[in-house]
């Protein structure tokens, strides 16, 4: 031990070093400023100095959605681990195995239904933190099962995206899950039910070239990453040096493609909003 730690643990007013939280802290992504970890969790994982929004996982985006006690998470669906037995410097379900040690979830897409001030809805949550938010065969069969319960139940499906794209892992069986999704979204439609789209950064290849952009209403949170290929890859395709906030949030709004960008504490009046004005004027 040396001199200066002997003389810290001696002094009764200084905390020992042990008995201090590793987590007290959180370092922005965006601005590299140091948060209180409690104050960065109480302003929804925005950052209060240049609010940057940070990813967030099923149950914190539940929480923030959900009227109280309103949450029932729906069970998720048994799909075969690894159909093609793949391998690269890992075993597929190796890879499986830690993330949802890590996680706490069985895959990427979770499901709940509750209320959204008063509303009932089945809303659906990627976990970038789940292998990128990959959409394999569980991603495909949980948005599936999403939607089938909001049929059931005669409400609005919502899903919050944040995807790397298709998970390679499972090959031509993630690439099916595209067509798969737009067919239970027609489904959806045509049974008189709303589909909500919020596109959370990231969000990209696979899933935005398929249930991400098919929103009755699109919503973004601000700077998200909403794309198909990375900016690199276009520069390098068209040899063209691309516009400043290509890809964000506001550029996409600016262009056509989303209906607005909400910040996250906006996002459950806004949704409810939303809901209230769509089934509204189905039933009409």
């Known amino acids: 031990m040396s001199w200066l730690n002997r003389v810290r643990n001696a002094l009764p007013f200084i905390a020992r070093k042990s008995e201090t939280p590793d987590n007290l802290w959180k370092k922005c992504p965006s601005c590299g400023q140091m948060i209180f970890q409690k104050e960065w969790e109480e302003n929804l994982s925005v950052c209060p100095r240049c609010d940057h929004h940070g990813r967030i996982g099923a149950k914190a985006r539940f929480e923030q959605i959900f009227d109280q006690d309103t949450l029932k998470l729906l069970p998720a669906p048994t799909v075969k681990e690894d159909p093609l037995k793949f391998r690269d410097s890992k075993r597929y379900t190796d890879r499986l195995k830690t993330a949802r040690a890590n996680t706490g979830e069985a895959d990427a897409l979770i499901n709940g239904h509750g209320k959204i001030e008063g509303?009932?809805?089945?809303?659906?949550?990627?976990?970038?933190?789940?292998?990128?938010?990959?959409?394999?065969?569980?991603?495909?069969?949980?948005?599936?099962?999403?939607?089938?319960?909001?049929?059931?139940?005669?409400?609005?499906?919502?899903?919050?995206?944040?995807?790397?794209?298709?998970?390679?892992?499972?090959?031509?069986?993630?690439?099916?899950?595209?067509?798969?999704?737009?067919?239970?979204?027609?489904?959806?439609?045509?049974?008189?039910?709303?589909?909500?789209?919020?596109?959370?950064?990231?969000?990209?290849?696979?899933?935005?070239?398929?249930?991400?952009?098919?929103?009755?209403?699109?919503?973004?949170?601000?700077?998200?990453?909403?794309?198909?290929?990375?900016?690199?890859?276009?520069?390098?395709?068209?040899?063209?040096?691309?516009?400043?906030?290509?890809?964000?949030?506001?550029?996409?709004?600016?262009?056509?493609?989303?209906?607005?960008?909400?910040?996250?504490?906006?996002?459950?009046?806004?949704?409810?909003?939303?809901?209230?004005?769509?089934?509204?004027?189905?039933?009409?």
Request: proline share 4%; aromatic share 6%.
């Open 119 to 284: 509303h009932p809805a089945v809303v659906g949550v990627q976990d970038f933190a789940f292998m990128g938010g990959s959409m394999g065969t569980a991603v495909g069969a949980a948005f599936v099962a999403g939607v089938k319960e909001a049929i059931k139940r005669r409400c609005p499906y919502i899903i919050f995206t944040a995807a790397g794209g298709a998970r390679m892992q499972e090959g031509i069986l993630s690439l099916m899950q595209m067509p798969r999704a737009t067919v239970a979204i027609q489904q959806l439609r045509a049974a008189g039910q709303p589909y909500i789209v919020v596109l959370t950064d990231p969000t990209t290849g696979g899933v935005t070239a398929s249930y991400a952009m098919l929103g009755d209403i699109q919503i973004a949170e601000p700077n998200a990453l909403i794309a198909f290929a990375g900016a690199r890859v276009i520069e390098n395709t068209i040899r063209e040096k691309l516009p400043e906030g290509f890809q964000r949030a506001e550029y996409l709004l600016e262009h056509g493609m989303l209906d607005m960008v909400v910040h996250r504490k906006d996002l459950r009046g806004t949704l409810a909003q939303a809901i209230g004005y769509l089934t509204a004027s189905r039933a009409a």
